[in-house]
């Protein structure tokens, strides 16, 4: 009768050989990776849909509120033009989506100044769907001993870049798209031109994929060093929401504003906000 460890060492031996058939090519292999992790992660997840609702919803109300107070209150009477209340607007919530809690903003005013509420939570929910999502795409394998599987046919180098083209793919819906979303509202709803500030939606497209690389590459490693998706999970959001706090209240207390620029993800905002 066998035992565990003669079971084990079989498998180890004869389960798990280096695939000999034909290879497709190393693209499809890679893409098949990212796109199997990323349909995976939002079909099985009831949370991350229940996120991803509330998420779009907290959007079209931070458009709404912008439209409406254009409409009550014209823009001509606080001395600014349409389109730099526009500029302003989308400029101050695209930061807003990656700032957490230190506000980057690029200026100062009654309809931008209420962006502030509404932008955090943006930045929130997409931090706890990254976090969600990233937190299991390694550790999830590594439990279940189910890299093997994967290496028998991919190699290392296209596991790992298709784990992280996953979560950029899934940014690219969760932060990309809703920042094009705000651009097409905003300028129906004010009656801009959808040409007039194409410059403004190609640097959101930059700065957006910019920002969700940074971190996902941080969730993708901390996923990697344990098994456990919850841990990986946490240690991503305890990380960023400390970094956000800690050097704004420190530079309360001490006067100096240049301790933000410990907060990670507000320097991200903050070189956004230069471009």
């Given at each position: 009768?066998?035992t565990?460890?003669?079971?084990?060492?079989?498998?180890?031996?004869f389960?798990?050989r280096?695939?000999?058939?034909?290879?497709?090519?190393?693209?499809?292999?890679?893409?098949s990776?990212a796109?199997?992790?990323?349909?995976?992660a939002?079909?099985?997840?009831?949370?991350?849909?229940?996120?991803?609702?509330?998420?779009?919803f907290?959007?079209?109300?931070?458009d709404v509120?912008?439209?409406?107070?254009?409409r009550?209150?014209?823009?001509e009477?606080?001395?600014?033009?349409?389109?730099?209340?526009?500029q302003g607007?989308?400029?101050d919530?695209?930061?807003?989506?990656v700032?957490?809690?230190?506000?980057i903003?690029?200026?100062?005013?009654?309809?931008?100044?209420?962006?502030?509420?509404?932008?955090?939570g943006?930045?929130?929910?997409?931090?706890?769907?990254?976090?969600?999502?990233?937190g299991?795409?390694?550790?999830?394998?590594?439990?279940?001993r189910?890299?093997?599987?994967?290496?028998?046919?991919?190699?290392?180098?296209?596991?790992?870049?298709?784990k992280?083209l996953?979560?950029?793919?899934?940014?690219?819906?969760i932060?990309?798209?809703?920042?094009?979303?705000?651009?097409?509202?905003?300028?129906?709803?004010?009656?801009?031109?959808?040409?007039?500030?194409?410059?403004?939606?190609v640097?959101a497209?930059?700065?957006?994929?910019?920002?969700?690389?940074?971190?996902?590459?941080?969730?993708?490693?901390?996923?990697?060093?344990?098994?456990?998706?919850?841990?990986a999970?946490?240690?991503?959001?305890?990380?960023?929401v400390?970094?956000?706090?800690?050097?704004?209240?420190?530079?309360?207390?001490?006067?100096n504003?240049?301790?933000l620029l410990i907060?990670?993800?507000?320097?991200?905002?903050?070189?956004?906000?230069?471009?």
């Amino acid at each position: 009768m066998s035992t565990e460890g003669t079971d084990e060492t079989y498998v180890r031996k004869f389960g798990f050989r280096p695939f000999t058939g034909v290879r497709l090519g190393r693209l499809y292999r890679t893409v098949s990776v990212a796109w199997f992790n990323l349909i995976e992660a939002i079909r099985r997840s009831g949370f991350t849909k229940f996120l991803l609702v509330i998420m779009i919803f907290n959007l079209i109300i931070q458009d709404v509120v912008i439209i409406v107070l254009a409409r009550l209150v014209p823009p001509e009477l606080l001395g600014i033009t349409l389109t730099e209340l526009f500029q302003g607007s989308y400029t101050d919530s695209v930061l807003g989506m990656v700032s957490i809690l230190n506000r980057i903003t690029t200026q100062t005013g009654p309809f931008t100044g209420g962006l502030g509420l509404t932008s955090v939570g943006t930045s929130f929910l997409w931090l706890l769907l990254l976090s969600v999502v990233g937190g299991g795409l390694i550790s999830d394998d590594k439990l279940y001993r189910t890299t093997e599987t994967y290496f028998s046919r991919i190699t290392r180098l296209e596991y790992v870049i298709g784990k992280l083209l996953s979560l950029m793919l899934f940014s690219l819906f969760i932060l990309t798209f809703p920042a094009v979303l705000q651009y097409v509202l905003l300028c129906m709803g004010l009656g801009i031109g959808f040409l007039d500030n194409v410059g403004l939606l190609v640097w959101a497209l930059g700065f957006t994929l910019m920002a969700a690389l940074a971190l996902s590459m941080i969730i993708l490693s901390l996923s990697s060093l344990t098994k456990r998706r919850s841990l990986a999970s946490l240690t991503l959001f305890i990380f960023v929401v400390l970094m956000s706090s800690l050097p704004s209240a420190f530079g309360t207390i001490v006067n100096n504003p240049v301790t933000l620029l410990i907060d990670f993800v507000g320097c991200i905002a903050l070189f956004g906000a230069m471009m």
